[in-house]
């Protein structure tokens, strides 16, 4: 088993849409959450930062943590055809001195005009 | 502008070739990183480094080397005894837990 689990997709979506993107992962331990969007052809770019649990809101999107059931999204509000792309989730041990983060596989997401 | 150079962005190698792919950054930060992506897998560690002069194997490192001589530099040798080099590279550089990574822009290698 992973230690995080991202559904690949492909995701397709009419513009405008609520798009919601998850992670699940095993290991308690991880206390940074982070997403990465990446563009076809491109490096991944940091998206969203989340310590621990809870939400943050940044534009139209938002990263939710919830530690208890071990699972991560992100919200993309009234999504734009320039959303289309990998998003990749990202965690990593609190306890480790390496900043080793650990990627989900990434979800492609498609927002048609 | 600070950042992570990678080049070249495409490479072609022969069978039994070794190739050396380069990443420069200018952002000061100590830790740096590669990972190898292929469709479906996500992104997979290759070798990591913490401090010039060190460097740690990651999940995948059969077949791979790398040196950091410099702060700045951590170029990845990919050898002959990579079976399937083919894949996305990507270097990235984190100055610790709380920035998360900055990523080059990739260097796409293909067997030929």
């Known amino acids: 088993q992973k230690e995080v689990e991202q559904d690949p997709g492909p995701l397709s979506v009419p513009e405008g849409a609520i798009v919601s993107l998850n992670c699940t992962y095993s290991?308690?331990?991880?206390?940074?959450f982070m997403w990465y969007r990446q563009y076809s052809r491109k490096g991944p770019e940091l998206l969203m930062y989340?310590?621990?649990?809870g939400n943050k809101e940044d534009g139209r999107f938002t990263a939710q943590v919830d530690k208890s059931s071990k699972y991560i999204s992100l919200f993309i509000r009234d999504s734009q055809p320039s959303d289309s792309a990998t998003y990749l989730c990202?965690?990593?041990?609190?306890?480790?001195?390496?900043?080793?983060?650990?990627f989900g596989q990434g979800t492609t997401l498609q927002v048609k005009p | 502008d600070g950042g992570i150079t990678q080049s070249p962005k495409y490479l072609f190698r022969k069978e039994g070739q070794n190739v050396t792919l380069s990443c420069e950054q200018n952002?000061?930060?100590?830790?740096m990183y590669w990972y190898r992506q292929d469709p479906g897998q996500g992104l997979r560690l290759i070798y990591y480094?913490?401090?010039?002069?060190?460097?740690q194997k990651g999940d995948i490192a059969e077949g791979y080397s790398v040196s950091r001589e410099k702060k700045e530099s951590f170029p990845l040798t990919v050898t002959s005894a990579q079976k399937n080099p083919t894949a996305f590279y990507l270097c990235?550089?984190?100055?610790?837990?709380?920035?998360?990574?900055?990523f080059g822009s990739g260097t796409r290698l293909t067997v030929v």
């Open positions: 990235a550089s984190s100055i610790g837990l709380r920035d998360g990574y900055t």
């Open positions: 290991n308690s331990a991880f206390q940074y």
């Open positions: 989340t310590y621990s649990s």
């Open positions: 990202a965690m990593s041990h609190g306890s480790s001195n390496t900043g080793k983060l650990i």
């Open positions: 952002l000061n930060h100590d830790a």
């Open positions: 480094s913490q401090i010039v002069n060190d460097f």
